[in-house]
């Protein structure tokens, strides 16, 4: 799966959302997921406000709007916003984080945002790193598809991972859409997954 091809089945997958029918190019990219796609973002941390809102401009027609007022770049994680990765996740497997996201403009500033890591770990103590995505720039007031590809370091049981979105850095809004989980296997090629 080249790429190109990767990044039109991620926008096929998120069209599912609102589809009431699936398509066979949807049901093709499902069989790599392992979470519910959702906007169900469980948002949590100090110095932050967050709401649903409701935004035809995305699949799924909203998403979770996070304000950050009080950043502290040291620890970024503490604002986080996270969701549930149901499926199983083996070591040396190729996993995909994609999402929906959108920035908002602070005080009078460009609209852009930053998280400063993208991270599918262990869902109770130790928070293991399963795998390490590193920062993404959300760029745009209009809502696009960002995404994060890794080589999983450990094993999770099925329901044991979560998606975790640090987001406390600075002081930013971001509005967090529609996220996808995908396991490529241990066989695929990850400089393809983008």
Known sequence: MKKTILGAAVAALALSLSAPVATAADEGIMKYAINKPSTAWNVYGPGQINAYVKDKAVVGGGGVRVAIATPDPAAAWRVSGSQAVNGKIAKGDVITVAFWAKAEAVDG?????TVTNVRVQQSAEPWGGIVEGGAIKV?????KIYTVSGRATMDADKG??????????????????????LDFGANYDPSQVK
């Open 109 to 113: 500033g460009a609209p852009v945002a």
């Open 139 to 143: 760029d745009s007031p209009d809502w």
């Open 160 to 181: 044991g991972a979560a998606v975790s979105l640090h987001l406390g850095s600075a002081k930013q809004t971001v509005v967090l859409g529609p996220l996808f989980v």
